[in-house]
């Protein structure tokens, strides 16, 4: 499998993809990176951080979407171990916050979006049956 044999519509999707999260972890965590206090800083500051970078490399998803797959894969996993490492046990427990409640919407919205829009037969191919590159 190469990359002719994903059709143009998939690929449009993923860019689309790629701007929606750009876009909405911009819109989230950008104005927080330019004004915030030095508590939030020490809190948040390196979560807010990662995504702000998450956000500026997906802009490169737009002119190579099949090449940055591995970076929407990131984003699927990252938010189910989230999901399943904290925000569950808080949920049993009883202790949600409406903060993390948010970040569950949030990451629930990523959990079932993302698999929507990945190309598995790629990605099984790619990831999985090909020949590995060399070591040496």
Known sequence: MNND??????LNLLRAFYLLVTVGLMVSFGPLMLQHSD?????????????????????WGLRYPLQLLPLLIFELVWKVVWLLAIAAPMWLGGTMTPGVEETVFACLMGVVLTPLVLPW???????????AQRWR
């Open 121 to 131: 037969r790629y990605i099984a191919y790619h990831y999985f049956k090909k020949t």
């Open 5 to 10: 044999d994903i059709p143009v519509w998939r």
């Open 39 to 59: 508590l939030w800083a020490q809190r948040k500051g390196e979560t807010a951080a990662l995504l702000t970078g998450l956000a500026i490399v997906c802009l």
